[in-house]
């Protein structure tokens, strides 16, 4: 294996147990019963912490899904090619 091979299969590794994490981060879109229990609870400044999180969450696991698949497509043109 090249020290190029090597890089590429860390980053690799490294991306796809972040995206992992960061997506089990996120909130399931339904809250069952204990959101109506709990739905009392949220204010308008917990709604809005709750919704900047959540779209900070939404957007890099976006832009790192994305930069996970260039990775992997670029790996594997570069492992077949050379």
Do not use: C, P
């Amino acid at each position: 294996m090249s020290a190029l091979e090597i890089i590429l299969a860390v980053l690799l590794i490294l991306s796809s147990v972040i995206l992992t994490v960061v997506i089990l981060m996120q909130e399931s879109r339904q809250a069952g019963l204990s959101g109506a229990i709990a739905g009392g609870a949220d204010t308008f400044f917990g709604k809005n912490k709750g919704r900047t999180m959540e779209a900070k969450l939404s957007r890099f696991t976006k832009y790192f899904g994305i930069f996970f698949f260039v990775l992997a497509l670029g790996a594997t043109l570069l492992l077949l090619f050379f």
